[in-house]
């Protein structure tokens, strides 16, 4: 079946560690994004990139970093200057020239 | 700046009465609008969209929405509400093909029996 995959569904880092998370699709879609979801918040764009090798800051991308090697996958990266790391994190993805978007289930982050 | 904000962030509602949940977008050009429902701990799922075909958009379990351009207002309605219907809902908005896709605050329905 086609669609998006994030793991692991739960994530605990200890504070000062690197942690990445995975994202990979098999949709062939060009776009990919990972958005932030905090109580109250919504969802606030971290990182998204419209074709291989090339991405763009969100809203909120200090103390996260992304790759984008392959068409496939977009993993982020949240580095130990993110000051708040704890929260839920969605990936989704999207044809360029079209509009529906579509999200993996999440990984839950929790630093401890 | 471009924003979408929905009115209400908790909307309670019985259960067989009617819902609906408020957005507006702060453009004056016609973007592409989605409303999205998550469940707990799970991610997104698209419930409608709206792409200029049709101001009346019909979607998945009952759901439906009218675009107004006039009120910069997509809100979206269900006739009668279940108790499964409880959730949270958002609204995005996309301002161009492959551009960010911009989410509002979201609402969070609940249903009483």
């Known amino acids: 079946d086609g669609g998006i995959t994030q793991s692991p569904k739960y994530l605990f880092r200890k504070e000062g560690q690197n942690v990445t998370l995975s994202c990979e699709q098999n949709?062939?879609?060009?776009?990919m994004y990972w958005y932030r979801q905090d109580p109250g918040q919504g969802l606030r764009l971290i990182y998204y990139s419209q074709i291989v090798n090339d991405f763009q800051k969100g809203d909120i991308a200090e103390g996260y970093s992304v790759s984008r090697e392959k068409k496939e996958s977009f993993p982020l990266t949240v580095t130990s200057a993110q000051k708040n790391p704890t929260a839920f994190y969605l990936c989704?993805?999207?044809?360029?020239?079209?509009?529906?978007?579509?999200f993996g289930q999440g990984t839950r982050l929790t630093v401890v | 700046a471009q924003s979408v904000t929905q009115l209400g962030s908790h909307v309670s509602v019985s259960e067989g009465a009617l819902v609906l949940l408020r957005c507006n977008y702060s453009?004056?050009?016609?973007?592409?609008l989605f409303w999205y429902v998550q469940y707990p701990n799970q991610g997104l799922q698209l419930l409608l969209k709206y792409t200029s075909a049709a101001t009346l958009v019909k979607g998945i379990n009952g759901f439906e929405a009218e675009f107004k351009k006039s009120e910069t207002s997509f809100h979206l309605t269900k006739p009668s509400a279940h108790m499964s219907d409880a959730a949270e809902y958002f609204c995005?908005?996309?301002?161009?093909?492959?551009?960010?896709?911009?989410f509002g605050q979201g609402t969070e329905l609940s249903v009483k029996p």
């Open positions: 995005a908005v996309l301002y161009n093909q492959g551009g960010k896709l911009i």
């Open positions: 949709l062939n879609h060009d776009a």
């Open positions: 453009s004056s050009v016609p973007p592409y």
């Open positions: 989704a993805s999207s044809i360029v020239r079209d509009t529906e978007a579509f």
